[in-house]
């Protein structure tokens, strides 16, 4: 009981001291106050601030004015509030998410749906990834230095690439295709008297460069050369205003090399004889063996001429062009084969066309049977055009007589040549100019 007596007047006195210097201080004897400015001190998100203010150092009122003449109870209040700031739309890609638009606290990152901060969000909406963009990607095609590509498909926005049009297969890259020459074969080239040849080799068409094969594994700097030919090219080289007449007495023939016009052998002929649409009837007996020199009849009549086989053995013609047109095909028109005397008509004993089709009469047929198997002609086949067709040139002809195919006075036979030529029209028509030949008679005497 004396202990809580005790507490008790202890804050008694306590109290009235406290009481004595307040009203020593600023009570019937003020005081001067010591004023100090507070600074302002800003509202945050979610903490209230305050105006600026005055306080008494001493007795700690608090002013709203610097000489502490109005005391007020508290500084103003800044309430809390967020900096409310708009956050665009973000759009998706193939790639990304995007966002819809939404608010953002400057301050704390706090996200809003609405622009006044009321209805706070834990993150903006997302809005899904789109579908890529596809395109196709053609086939790229290697050269010799680069290589290629398969056909592929491409996102045009992230270049994202894939094996299929729909973007379902992700591929790291296309697929490469290994550079490649393009090659093509270059022929062996002749040498001639003049210039060295080349054989056969391959050639880039893209970049130019040599191979011995066709693989293209074996590159070389030049094609193997081929020496200066030793020989010349012997022919006639007439052009139509040259090329000489026939001579019915006989004459000679001159060759040269038509590549650098070295001369060559002399060639003489018995007798010539220049067709025309008069004379043509009146065939050229050729009466020993030896060369002969024709110009066979203008306007397309087929030029004939004549041996007399009295003796078994081989009979041979060869012929050889002097000179003709360069679209003219020489052709062995017919054969006819009598035993009694040469033919002066377009009628006979064997007619044979070019594709060893014989035809005649029924009467005649023996005179077939014993003869045609005797014959045997060497001709190329040309195609000169796709209207002139293939049309063939005769080289030799050869006549094979038993003892028993020669009758008492002998086989006479009678031979046609003609020229055809491709006219301006792109059909087959008859020359204007008759080319000229030199035919080679053997018997079986030599």
Known sequence: MKKKTILATGLTISLLLSSAMGMAGCGEEPHTHSIGAVAKKDAGCTEAGYEAYYKCSGCDKIFSDEKGETEIAAPKVIPAAHKVEAVAK???????EGTAAHYKCSVCDTLFSDEEGKTVIEAATAIPVVAHTIVEVPKKRPTCTETGYEEHFKCSVCDALFADEEGKTAIEAATVIPEEHRLVAVDEKKPTCLEAGYEAHYKCSLCDKLFSDNAGTTPIEKPVAIPVSTEHSIGFGFTKDTVPAPVVEGGTLETKCTVCGKAGETINY????????VTNKTALKMETAGNYYITLASGGTNSRFAFHATKAGTYKLTFTEVFSQETLTRMFAGIWIKEDAYVTTSTGNLWSTTDNDWSTTDSLQPIINKYKDKIVRDETTADY??????RTTLNTITFTLAAEDIPENGLFITLQLGDKVLGEDGKVANPTEAGTYLIKYETPEE
């Open 90 to 96: 973000v759009d998706a890609t193939c790639t990304a």
């Open 270 to 277: 018995l007798a010539g004889f220049s067709m025309d649409r």
């Open 385 to 390: 055009s796709s209207l002139l067709g293939p």
